[in-house]
Nanobody
């Protein structure tokens, strides 16, 4: 069974840091690109960062360039999102998923990141 479990969210002040983890099971990271996505209250879900084991980092949204870094730990089958210099506008539920996503992609619970001003 394919599963991706996102964790590591929490409440942090503006300028703080968090590291999110995405543990994959049922497949290995060299089979798929993995993306981090987020959905802020009242907004559509958006892509944040994406990585694959062949090419490395594939994408960072303009809004997170220079602040967020995506990485993978192949033995642990885990993808991380290091988030630095957090801003209130980064507040959202963060999800990880195999990329590319489609209209029928299943989205789990995600992990909530709240940045206080």
């Amino acid at each position: 069974e394919v599963q991706l479990q996102a964790s590591g969210g929490g409440l942090v002040q503006t300028g703080g840091s968090l590291r999110l983890s995405c543990v994959a099971s049922g497949f290995t990271l060299d089979e798929y690109a993995i993306g981090w996505f987020r959905q802020a209250p009242g907004k559509e879900r958006e892509g944040v960062s994406c990585i694959n084991t062949d090419e490395g980092v594939l994408y960072h949204a303009n809004s997170v360039v220079g602040r967020f870094n995506i990485s993978s730990d192949i033995p642990k089958n885990t993808v991380y999102l290091q988030m630095n210099s957090l801003k209130p506008e980064d507040t959202a539920v963060y999800y990880c998923n195999r990329a590319p996503v489609t209209a029928t992609t299943y989205w789990g619970q995600g992990t909530l990141v709240t940045v206080s001003s």
